[in-house]
């Protein structure tokens, strides 16, 4: 198994195609049944462990943002009673997966950092965050692993003691699973069917 014969539409360099992401997904599904460990996943997963443990901050976590902060809609919206935040957490991954450009994907990666609940740690983790995102967006072979990003930052956020170590085992871990990708990626998917609906059905 190579990553890029994991997506047929691989090259285009303006975001994924329509169908693209799923069709990434079933295709590692199937190399997962032939080989659970795939060399290519365990190589990338390292190096997205070293590419993050780059971002590492000495010292103690920053102090916490003051409460009452709201989540920002694509559209510009604050949302303090619309899509939950773990739904619009993994918009932000559709987002990024579909970016036309790097920055508009790491733009939807910070932004994930705040989402994911953690304000105290948004300093230390958002260069990580976007130095990982920029990574995966770099290669349209590999670009439908953004959809992972938002559980990566998930899990790293909920580490008060060095999120970014966290992000890097997370990612380092999960990576190169091929099993679990396509199960995160199935859960994200399913949260975003919900953010859609939801947005949907909000008065104008």
Same mark, same amino acid.
């Given at each position: ?47 997205? @462990? ?43 991954? @559709? ?41 995966? @967006? ?67």
């Amino acid at each position: 198994m190579t990553l890029h014969s994991l997506n047929g539409t691989a090259g285009a360099a303006d975001g994924t195609a329509p169908g693209e992401t799923e069709q990434f997904f079933r295709r590692l599904a199937g190399a997962a049944r032939r080989d659970p460990a795939p060399r290519p996943l365990r190589d990338l997963a390292e190096a997205a @462990h070293r590419l993050v443990l780059r971002h590492v901050v000495p010292g103690p976590p920053a102090a916490p943002e003051p409460a009452g902060m709201r989540s920002r809609l694509p559209n510009g919206r604050y949302a303090p009673t619309g899509p939950a935040p773990g739904d619009l957490l993994e918009h932000l991954g @559709h987002l990024a997966a579909d970016a036309a450009s790097e920055g508009e994907a790491t733009a939807a990666g910070g932004a994930m950092v705040g989402v994911a609940g953690a304000p105290g740690s948004v300093p230390v983790l958002v260069p990580a965050v976007t130095a990982l995102v920029r990574g995966l @967006h770099s290669d349209p072979a590999i670009r439908p692993l953004l959809r992972l990003v938002p559980a990566l930052v998930g899990e790293a956020a909920s580490d008060r003691s060095d999120p970014v170590v966290a992000l890097a085992a997370a990612a380092r871990r999960l990576l190169a699973d091929p099993v679990a990708c396509v199960a995160a990626w199935t859960s994200s998917a399913t949260a975003d069917a919900r953010f859609h609906a939801t947005i949907r059905q909000e008065p104008s």
